[in-house]
């Protein structure tokens, strides 16, 4: 079902980066939007593209894709080549939604915010998270007054689960397989920080005009990452937490926490003058302990197609704000100037950390005179190089496994540690999770000889290179997941048995 928004009138849209890009071809259907046109470099992901967009020309040739008859185009490639192919594409001629975040340096945020003020298209930031059903409601509700003035909030985009830095964005693990990702390899979470500050920034209007963090030398285990600052000065990728604290344009603050961690945290917290919303319970009535209400936010509108969208809905919005403003000229939340805020926020973010926390302005690139001080800040952090996790005169016959043996061996170590650690637990979980514990350590001691298998094929990576970043990381791994005491099987059989015999 296509939805008429717009008279009649139909954007006609590219997409540069299908991987990622394939994710809006449902919600563009819906809006009226024709994806018309698609490039990418990878013969596979150009493929799958065409599965579900079969009437998009498309092509790996970006000269070729700019030829192309159409108005807009969704910018979704490399996260460190935004802002360079944002500007190809509005020297194209083409309105643009980009991909977070929206440039890398404060250089290329200058050049990219004159670019757009000179070619008079639309620019949009495709922030996601502000736009899902809470915070929308959120939103309304601060726009009608209720919040008062915002105090202090405190948003989280963190990530649990399987490192992502070892596979392509579906999943499969990276050929050539010694490596890591080329880019979520080495990033840091304070790069990545448009989907926790995002949304407190659409939710109250304000800018974030400060920042200060301090430096995080602890990282997960088993991941693969410089030995930290204080060694040899290289930042965490996404293996280690990135918070700050923000002061937004009305004096209030923002603890603004990214990361990855052994678990997934969306948690908000959010605090007004005159209500509170506490990530579970709207308190209301202007004054202390005034009513606590549990909240069922609704949709404003086309909210069934929305629910059919990725995050939470706001892939539907972003698309729809950006389609709405090419055709009646509406503004849409995600303006170069706010993208450039949102931005620039965690490139200082970072900069504070490795300066021991020193406060940082976060530059207001509106204004000309500000954007000249920063014409030439090409400052990046030091990271690790993905590509060269392995020592150069390596047997690939080895290494190239280190992809593939770890998309198989990270879930087992995970099931291993909840097994291990929750029979450590079980007399304390409530009576309704203590199922759940049984059922993971049944699960351990029927896939006991995949496991140790697993364990044996990353185990010859590790003794292969042990000093690499690789193998290092891989005997990091193997400990978390008790190597010693999974590989001694008649005695780990004993245990769970017994286990599980009186449980």
Not at 91 to 116: N, R, Y
Not at 158 to 181: F, I, K, S
Not at 307 to 329: C, M, N, P, S
Not at 349 to 354: C, N, V
């Amino acid at each position: 079902m296509s939805l008429d928004l717009f008279g009649g009138r139909r954007l006609k849209m590219g997409i540069w980066g299908l991987g990622r890009g394939s994710a809006f071809v449902n919600s563009a259907r819906a809006l009226g939007i024709d994806i018309v046109a698609g490039c990418d470099f990878d013969d596979i992901v150009r493929n799958k593209f065409h599965e579900i967009c079969p009437e998009a020309v498309l092509t790996d040739n970006e000269e070729d894709f700019f030829k192309l008859d159409f108005e807009a185009v969704l910018v979704s490639t490399f996260c460190p080549n935004h802002a360079q192919d944002t500007i190809k594409a509005l020297k194209a001629g083409k309105h643009v939604l980009s991909e977070v975040t929206a440039f890398f340096t404060p250089a290329q945020g200058v050049e990219l915010v004159e670019e757009v003020e000179k070619r008079g298209l639309v620019y949009n930031l495709a922030e996601n998270y502000p736009f899902t059903k809470l915070n929308m409601y959120l939103a309304r509700l601060y726009k009608q007054g209720i919040f008062g003035e915002l105090a202090y909030a405190e948003f989280d985009y963190v990530h649990g689960g399987v490192n992502p830095c070892v596979t392509y964005l579906d999943g499969t693990p990276l050929v050539p397989g010694n490596r890591l990702h080329h880019w979520r390899g080495w990033l840091n979470y304070h790069y990545y920080c448009t989907h926790s500050l995002g949304p407190i920034m659409v939710i109250s209007g304000l800018r974030p005009e400060k920042v200060t963090a301090f430096p995080e030398d602890v990282f997960c285990k088993g991941t693969v990452h410089g030995k930290g600052r204080k060694v040899d000065g290289i930042v965490p990728n996404l293996c280690a937490f990135a918070p700050s604290l923000i002061q937004m344009s009305n004096g209030s603050v923002v603890r603004n926490l990214m990361g990855g961690s052994v678990s997934d945290s969306h948690q908000k917290r959010f605090f007004g003058t005159k209500a509170a919303y506490d990530g579970k319970y709207l308190h209301i009535g202007g004054a202390e302990r005034g009513p606590r209400l549990e909240i069922d936010p609704q949709w404003d509108e086309m909210g069934q197609e929305a629910e059919k969208a990725g995050h939470g809905g706001g892939d539907f919005w972003e698309l729809y704000y950006f389609a709405r403003q090419i055709v009646t000229g509406e503004k849409a939340p995600w303006d170069i100037y706010a993208a450039s805020d949102v931005t620039l926020a965690g490139i200082q973010a970072l900069r504070s950390a490795l300066s021991e926390g020193e406060p940082m302005e976060i530059p207001d690139f509106r204004k000309k005179e500000v954007r000249d001080r920063y014409r030439n800040d090409n400052w990046m952090a030091k990271h690790i190089e993905p590509e060269k996790i392995f020592p150069e005169d390596q047997d690939t016959s080895i290494t190239n496994d280190f992809a593939p043996a770890c998309k198989a061996f990270v879930p087992l170590v995970t099931l291993v540690r909840s097994a291990l650690d929750g029979m450590k637990v079980y007399d304390a979980v409530k009576k309704e999770n203590k199922i759940l514990v049984i059922e993971k350590v049944k699960e351990l001691r029927s896939r006991l000889d995949e496991i140790r298998k697993s364990y044996s094929r990353v185990r010859k990576i590790a003794d292969a290179y042990p000093s690499s970043q690789g193998g290092e990381a891989l005997r990091e791994k193997l400990e978390l997941g008790e190597e010693a005491r999974i590989m001694d099987k008649d005695a780990l059989l004993a245990e769970l048995d017994d286990f599980l015999i009186h449980a």
